[in-house]
């Protein structure tokens, strides 16, 4: 098997494991749309001996009780055939901003609002786990159709390549009428 048919293997396969973390955590939370599993999962090369990092954020939109909506985008990392923790730094910088976004039909997405969270010391900290970025509530207005989307800025620590912007695939519309229960 060749090094990118390994490597998309190990992508979706991460996609699934990840999906099924996300599915739990879902089914005790309020209604919500999210991206497909595998919609925005990469493997990151890393420099030196540092492993490779594997990256999985699905984006979602969810509606709250009290007529309220958010973005939400969860930022699962795992480093592959890492035997031990290296306690390296790995990122400069990661950060992810989730955009709650609404449009009027026939419309285009306009932001709502966002948020900036910085991952920075978490992801270079731990060798896997998961950081969910909230954007701010805001009041569901039921003549539009809503969605959550996402960009991740990453710097790698020692590649010399600078800051990579990942815009993520956004959630599906969730439709009018929707409201939390």
């Not at 990453?154 to 993520?168: C, H, N, R």
């Amino acid at each position: 098997m060749n090094k990118h048919l390994l490597r998309a293997s190990a992508v979706a396969s991460a996609a699934v494991v990840f999906s099924g973390i996300i599915s739990v955590s879902q089914s005790a939370g309020a209604a919500q749309t999210c991206s497909a599993a595998d919609a925005n999962a990469r493997i990151q090369s890393m420099p030196g001996g540092i492993p490779e990092a594997q990256l999985y954020v699905p984006t979602c939109v969810e509606a709250l009780p009290g007529n309220k909506v958010r973005g939400k985008a969860t930022v699962n990392w795992g480093f592959i055939n890492d035997g031990e923790i290296d306690n390296s730094k790995r990122f400069a910088s990661f950060k992810v901003t989730t955009r709650l976004e609404s449009r009027v039909p026939g419309g285009t997405d306009v932001v709502v609002n966002s948020k900036t969270c910085d991952l920075t010391a978490d992801i270079n900290a731990t060798n896997n786990g998961a950081f969910t970025c909230l954007s701010p509530e805001a009041t569901l207005d039921p003549s539009k159709r809503w969605s959550g989307d996402a960009t991740v800025v990453y710097d790698i620590e020692g590649d010399k390549k600078g800051a990579i912007t990942w815009q993520l695939v956004g959630s599906p519309l969730m439709g009018q009428g929707v409201s939390g229960k």
